[in-house]
């Protein structure tokens, strides 16, 4: 544990990409070696780079509300981990948040990786993690996230819980008729086989 514990004090110090962040370091994650399931989302937005919480935004609330599960176990690192592309805050764009930078998955993300070692489920959130974790895929966020049962029942590829995509959304009834009532059991089993 002491060496999991090091490296997370020298994830959190990192000022890799300091240079590139326009409000500066932060990362900002969550894990623990018993974690067991991995949220691999983006980057922080302003909002989270800010609290420094992970997910706590309106983003945060619909990805609670897909999972099935209240804030103190989302925020408990033991069974819960979360794990952006990137740690910090990217800065933002013409038409959003710029995209996670690449330096933290080049320099952490597989040492933090190795360490879960108890998952059973990973959520995979957005294009930028589904090209991480699912490379083979190549394809939209939407058609990884529609061939969700290729992975299943280890990896779950989502679209970012974002207000931004309020309209990928309504275009796709199925991802909340199907998908979300088969992760929600899926996570509430992970969690009940932790307990």
């Known amino acids: 544990m002491k060496g999991f514990k090091t490296l997370l004090n020298?994830?959190?110090?990192?000022?890799?990409?300091?240079?590139?962040?326009?409000?500066?370091?932060?990362?900002?994650?969550?894990?623990?070696?018993?974690?067991?399931?991995?949220?691999?989302?983006?980057?922080?937005?302003?909002?989270?780079?800010?609290?420094?919480?992970?997910?706590?935004?309106?983003?945060?609330?619909?990805?609670?509300?897909?999972?099935?599960?209240?804030?103190?176990?989302?925020?408990?690192?033991?069974r819960v981990a979360i794990l952006p592309m990137g740690f910090c805050f990217p800065g933002t764009g013409r038409s959003g948040d710029l995209p996670p930078r690449a330096e933290c998955a080049d320099e952490w993300r597989a040492l933090l990786l190795k360490r879960l070692e108890r998952l059973e489920?990973?959520?995979?959130?957005?294009?930028?993690?589904?090209?991480?974790?699912?490379?083979?895929?190549?394809?939209?966020?939407?058609?990884?996230?529609?061939?969700?049962?290729?992975?299943?029942?280890?990896?779950?590829?989502l679209p970012h819980p974002s207000p931004r995509n309020n309209l990928w959304l309504r275009r796709n009834p199925w991802f909340d008729s199907e998908l979300l009532p088969r992760l929600r059991r899926r996570v509430a089993s992970v969690l009940a086989d932790d307990a």
């Open 121 to 157: 489920l990973t959520l995979v959130i957005g294009q930028y993690a589904q090209a991480y974790h699912l490379p083979e895929s190549g394809a939209s966020v939407t058609e990884v996230v529609q061939n969700w049962r290729t992975h299943w029942p280890k990896v779950v590829p």
């Open 10 to 78: 020298e994830v959190r110090a990192c000022t890799v990409c300091a240079d590139h962040l326009p409000l500066g370091p932060r990362p900002v994650l969550q894990l623990h070696p018993s974690a067991r399931i991995l949220i691999a989302g983006q980057a922080p937005g302003r909002k989270v780079h800010l609290s420094g919480t992970p997910f706590a935004d309106a983003s945060g609330d619909r990805l609670r509300e897909w999972l099935g599960i209240e804030s103190k176990v989302f925020y408990d690192p033991n």
